[in-house]
């Protein structure tokens, strides 16, 4: 509570301290309607003892997770960072939109410098037309681990839900902890060549619950009253894994996905990868008691390690005794239940009929899978831990991404040479069956790597297939765009053919992170009228860092309403 009241404070004296320069452009620029609120967000070491090993994270504001950024449609958000850690940092604000902001999008070294120890940024952007359930973090190294929160986004006055107004709402946030410090683990993954180390447990708004080691009373609650509609927004600020959710003997309706509304589908668990948010409506139609909300792994791919021990919070009911015990969530799939994800994916329709692109003039084609690079190290037992002792990697195209060492938009905006090569292929460069294909040593698994950069005309209408490819093994990949929602028109198992796939282009549902089936293919449209240089990734983390990434420059159009403004006068350097 204490630093809730301090991040109020904070905020009057960001407002009394905001430079009527500053708010004169704003004004200028954006769109009347929404007002503009203001944070701040200071980067902070909080001790923490959790599964009974104590240790210093990476917060902000001393809080884990972090504060909820509150807002409504059409507001302009002026959140202030500053780094009070040895650490660098910055925030993204994913599922924003970043209309005519990509300076304020976050991802370190595509779209700033990261912000360094004793440095302060000011991310403004306004939230046009966007409503719902999103959420930031941190985007360097592997900080968003601990550095989370929601980005809860209200209609305007007066605009009600679609659906009847719940009784109480709440947000759970499902993420995955380590007794470990995170940006070293990063390194110490990459040093190695082989996999990331699986989580100590996995977290309900902070807590794992009672399953671990050490962790009988660390358990997130829920109170409730019998005989009312509850609405949970959840979000999967999860790090490498995926996650299912389920709520003991109660359904889920799902009402909205990554911040936009869908046709009611009610089921008995959802399954959320990084990046993705639902909100789910619950209904307290059982009898008196305590109830399990449990969190527990979606693995697909083969031959993986996971972290197998279930997180549990409590749904309580109001004159439950409080110390029942709690009725095991016996509906949580099995890791590897492929279907349970299919079932949900293909019940997932936008309330609304879309303003999906029927007419494309951009068709992209983008693989997404591992690879295993040759080892060239003196020491391969430390260096090479990869499958057949190699080294693990993952692409797009065959490329694994490279972060260069500065910002790519600034280099992009100030044309300096050198950094990025604007040569990422639009569609592969060898057709194969890419399922089924070469997926192992000695065949050539390896891949390219680089700084490349698609370039997309301004007003383009974007098709884009990710296909999944079986290199070391299939896996549903939780694919991220930043500065953007797309359509998802289709989606399917084995290798895309255009021949048989099915699209709807009627009421698809409106994401900015989809989930490619696993050893099969996902089909987005999108209309490139951002300007900007925006990254896709897989939100996996270590994946990211093995190279599933790729950005896409989209060019200016015509005039200021199409054009990128110029960068703040704040913008950190290298
Ligand atoms: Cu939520 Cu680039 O990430």
Redo the contacts with the bound molecule.
């Keep these: 509570m204490a630093s809730l009241i301090n991040s109020f404070k904070h905020v009057f004296i960001s407002l009394l301290f905001l430079c009527a320069h500053d708010m004169l452009q704003v004004m200028a620029q954006w769109p009347k309607g929404g007002s503009t609120r203001f944070y701040d967000f200071k980067v902070q070491m909080l001790k923490v003892t959790k599964l009974c090993h104590t240790r210093n994270i990476v917060t902000i504001n001393q809080m884990y997770p972090g504060p909820v950024v509150y807002a409504q449609e059409d507001d302009r958000l002026i959140i202030k960072l500053t780094n009070e850690t040895p650490y660098n940092a910055s925030i993204?604000w994913?599922g924003v939109r970043q209309i005519l902001s990509c300076w304020s999008d976050g991802?370190s070294y595509i779209t700033q410098c990261p912000v360094q120890s004793g440095q302060t940024f000011t991310y403004e952007f306004t939230l046009i037309k966007q409503k719902g359930t999103l959420f930031w973090?941190a985007?360097f190294s592997w900080l968003r681990a601990t550095v989370y929160g929601a980005l809860i986004i209200y209609p305007k006055k007066g605009v009600p839900y679609p659906f009847k107004y719940p009784y109480e709402e709440h947000t759970i946030i499902l993420g995955e902890y380590w007794n470990k410090d995170l940006v070293q683990l990063e390194r110490n993954v990459l040093a190695s060549g082989g996999p990331a180390p699986v989580a100590e447990a996995y977290t309900i708004n902070g807590h794992p619950g009672p399953n671990y080691n050490c962790s009988e009373n660390d358990v997130y609650q829920i109170n409730v009253v019998p005989g009312k509609t509850y609405m949970l927004r959840l979000i999967g600020a999860l790090l490498h894994m995926e996650c299912f959710f389920s709520i003991a003997n109660h359904k889920l309706t799902i009402v909205e996905a990554d911040g936009e509304y869908t046709k009611p589908l009610t089921t008995d668990h959802v399954m959320l990868g990084?990046?993705q948010t639902l909100n789910v409506l619950v209904t307290t139609d059982q009898k008196i008691g305590r109830y399990s909300m449990a969190m527990g792994p979606y693995m697909s791919g083969q031959n993986v390690t996971i972290q197998n021990i279930t997180a549990i919070a409590y749904f309580q009911y109001l004159g439950a005794s409080p110390h029942s015990v709690a009725l095991p969530a016996s509906l949580l799939p099995r890791f590897d239940d492929n279907l349970a994800v299919k079932t949900v994916m293909d019940g997932l329709k936008s309330l609304e009929v879309g303003n999906v692109p029927k007419e494309i003039d951009t068709n992209l084609f983008f693989t997404i899978g591992f690879n295993v690079n040759k080892c060239n190290s003196k020491t391969p037992k430390q260096n090479c831990q990869g499958s057949n002792g190699g080294v693990m990697a993952a692409s797009m195209n065959n490329n694994s991404f490279i972060k260069p060492k500065i910002s790519l938009l600034q280099a992009y905006y100030d044309h300096i040479n050198g950094y990025f090569t604007e040569d990422f292929p639009g569609s592969p460069l060898k057709f194969y069956d890419f399922v089924n294909g070469p997926n192992s040593a000695p065949n050539d698994t390896g891949s390219t790597n680089g700084t490349r950069t698609k370039v997309i005309e301004y007003g383009s209408s974007v098709q884009l297939i990710l296909q999944d490819t079986g290199t070391v093994t299939t896996e549903n990949h939780p694919i991220?765009f930043?500065g953007y929602s797309f359509y998802v028109v289709g989606y399917g198992s084995g290798n895309y053919n255009p021949q048989t796939a099915t699209f709807n282009l009627v009421d698809p549902p409106y994401m900015n992170t989809i989930g490619v089936p696993v050893g099969g293919w996902a089909a987005i449209r999108f209309v490139a009228d951002n300007p900007g240089v925006w990254?896709m990734?897989c939100?996996l983390e270590v994946h990211?860092t093995w190279g599933l990434g790729v950005v896409l420059i989209v060019k200016n159009g015509q005039g200021p309403m199409e054009t990128l403004p110029h960068p703040p006068a704040d913008m950190p350097r290298c």
């Design positions: 993204h994913h991802p973090h985007h990084p990046g991220h930043h990254f990734h939100h990211m």
